[in-house]
């Protein structure tokens, strides 16, 4: 019964492929996230849904497509994967885009691009 | 200049001692603000939020928030070596949540 949950947990791939990861929340919160956690633990925001509809796009490549089917879902597509983008990903939710309670996380999800 | 700002540390307590981490921010309408704990490897936890001024206690650990100067702190009392972990300062702007590069404290048994 995991609050957020992403798939994979680690994620090891070439130059140029594409990868997707998924994240689901079963917290009923409206509002979700795409963080990328560099090797110096620096947390910075990539994408946030709150209802599906997308809120926040920061300067992010867009061989970074979030998709959010439903509030509980939300997936981060990449194309053409370069070196640079080999990062923890974080997928996170909060009850609503107020986030005054603060965010849930799932686990992270490692890429490694080689 | 960075939303959010933490001395990266590493910070050294012994055991039973208090830990200090400390966190300045930049938007004075910044909101509220939050302390998250990540073990190695780990995703972040959140272990307390503070919106007022003042000091907010939860067992070992008080928020301090002081908005004029722009500074939020955590104490950690009695420190366990368990505490050892990276702390992540968070401030919510009510437009955009910033996190710090986050602290990392070791506690010597």
């Known amino acids: 019964d995991t609050a957020v949950s992403q798939t994979p947990k680690y994620l090891v791939t070439q130059m140029g492929n594409d990868k997707s990861i998924k994240c689901e929340q079963n917290l009923g919160h409206d509002t979700m996230y795409w963080y990328k956690q560099d090797s110096k633990k620096f947390l910075k925001i990539m994408f946030s849904?709150?209802?599906?509809?997308?809120?926040i796009n920061e300067t992010v490549p867009n061989r970074f497509s979030p998709k959010s089917p439903d509030k509980a879902h939300l997936n981060l597509h990449i194309n053409s994967l370069e070196l640079g983008d080999s990062a923890v990903y974080f997928c996170a939710s909060s009850l609503d885009r107020d986030s005054l309670h603060g965010y849930t996380f799932g686990s992270g999800t490692r890429l490694t691009v080689v | 200049q960075k939303e959010v700002e933490q001395n990266s540390g590493p910070l050294s307590v012994p055991e039973g001692a208090i830990a200090s981490l400390n966190c300045t921010y930049s938007d004075r309408g910044s909101q509220s603000f939050f302390w998250y704990r990540q073990y190695s490897g780990k995703s972040p936890e959140l272990i307390m939020f503070?919106?007022?001024?003042g000091d907010k206690e939860d067992g070992r650990f008080t928020a301090q928030l002081n908005k004029a100067s722009q500074y939020v702190s955590l104490l950690i009392r009695d420190s366990q070596p368990s505490d050892s972990a990276t702390y992540l300062c968070?401030?919510?702007?009510?437009?955009?949540?910033?996190f710090g590069t986050g602290t990392s404290l070791t506690v010597i048994p």
């Open positions: 849904y709150n209802n599906k509809e997308l809120i």
């Open positions: 968070a401030a919510d702007t009510g437009n955009q949540f910033y």
């Open positions: 503070i919106y007022s001024n």
